[in-house]
């Protein structure tokens, strides 16, 4: 049976999305140990107990997760990646099980961590995939998403493949099931870079723009006024996105930016709301499950690669559109 090492930089009480969908992947494609650089103490918020400080992997009690590895010194202060801890944890657990594939979620930290990782087990990396086989074959989009493309490691002592996914691209959660066991193992305690301070930034209290299964984006059409497009957002429960030419306005923040040089997502559903369409706007968006645009140019690139063009003037279009959802919502 394939064996399936799945990585998180760290878990807490609850997985995220992109985690969750992670572990859906994995349980297809054989056997998975999880390892991580923290779990949460066991019967913290919530569960009406007091904190034993025991590393608690209730988060993890997941089907096809068999067991959780961990280090014997968590990572627990929030250390500047790359963390070279994070990737000896990895190059120590993948030591222990000897797996044939080694995932982690698409973020920066966890590819920082898992290239280190790969160095270390000279091993190969794919980066973004959007699919895994038991195999070790990797599906990506290249080329600013002009090409899917099938990769394997190949070469006399090539180790596991390590690949991360992209969110949005398993739908069913996982079923619960028993918690697993947690095992730690002896590996050197971080020490590289101690963050001494941080703030959160203030939220918008919408999901996270590369995770979000729903992506309200607009472009220079809105012309500096958010309201409609924001309001659209909410009822959607979308995360919202934006052309350069939105965000180089100052209309939002620049993390906001969908494209070749800003975020590429990939939900089920991308609304584009006055936006042209430029190749490098799609190389940020074109792999998105349904996309749907509404541009007042019939000739807009952006209708070459949407399922469903609205022509009109967004103005116009936005009120009846959020109507509609209101009144389906009941
Ligand atoms: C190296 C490089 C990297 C780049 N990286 C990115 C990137 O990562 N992301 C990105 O987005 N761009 C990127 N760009 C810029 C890109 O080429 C385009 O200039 C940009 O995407 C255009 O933004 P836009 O569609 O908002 O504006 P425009 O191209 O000006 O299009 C505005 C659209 O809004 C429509 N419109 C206007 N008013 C209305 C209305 N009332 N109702 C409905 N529709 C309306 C118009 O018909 C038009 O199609 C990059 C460019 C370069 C050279």
Redesign the pocket.
């Known amino acids: 049976m394939t064996q399936v090492l799945v990585f998180f930089e760290r878990v807490q009480e609850q997985l995220t999305p992109a985690q969750a969908e992670l572990l859906t992947h994995a349980d297809a494609l054989g056997e998975v140990v999880v390892v991580t650089g923290s779990l949460p103490a066991a019967g913290r918020s919530g569960t009406g107990q007091s904190s034993t400080g025991q590393p608690s992997a209730a988060a993890l009690a997941v089907q096809g997760v068999a067991g959780v590895l961990t280090g014997a010194e968590p990572v627990a202060a929030p250390i500047l990646p790359p963390d070279p801890a994070l990737a000896e944890l990895i190059a120590a657990a993948a030591g222990e099980l000897d797996p044939d594939l080694i995932l982690g979620t698409d973020t920066p930290d966890s590819v920082d961590a898992l290239a280190a990782a790969a160095v270390r087990l000279q091993a190969g990396l794919i980066t973004g995939a959007t699919g895994v086989t038991a195999s070790g074959a990797a599906t990506k989009t290249v080329l600013a998403g002009s090409w899917h493309t099938t990769a394997q490691i190949s070469g006399e002592n090539a180790g596991p493949l390590i690949a991360t996914l992209r969110p949005n691209t398993a739908s069913q959660p996982v079923p619960a099931a028993k918690e697993p066991d947690v095992v730690e193992l002896e590996v050197a305690a971080s020490s590289a870079v101690q963050v001494l301070e941080e703030s959160e930034l203030a939220s918008s209290g919408r999901p996270a723009l590369a995770e979000a299964s729903t992506v309200v984006a607009?472009?220079?059409?809105?012309?500096g006024d958010l309201s409609l497009v924001e309001e659209l957002a909410d009822e959607l429960n979308a995360a919202l996105g934006?052309?350069?030419?939105?965000t180089d306005a100052g209309w939002i923040d620049h993390s906001a930016?969908?494209?070749?040089?800003?975020v590429t997502v990939s939900p089920q559903l991308y609304l584009s709301?006055?936006?042209?369409?430029?190749?490098?706007?799609k190389?940020?968006m074109q792999t998105s499950g349904t996309i749907v645009a509404?541009?007042?140019?019939e000739d807009?690139p952006?209708f070459e690669i949407a399922d469903l063009g609205v022509v009109?003037?967004?103005?116009e279009?936005l009120p009846q559109l959020i109507e509609e959802i209101r009144a389906r919502k009941g």
Request: glycine fraction near 20%; proline fraction near 0%; charge should be neutral.
């Open positions: 607009f472009g220079r059409g809105v012309e934006a052309s350069r030419v939105a930016q969908v494209g070749q040089t800003g709301v006055g936006i042209s369409g430029a190749v490098q706007q190389a940020g509404i541009n007042k140019d807009a952006v009109g003037d967004l103005n279009v």
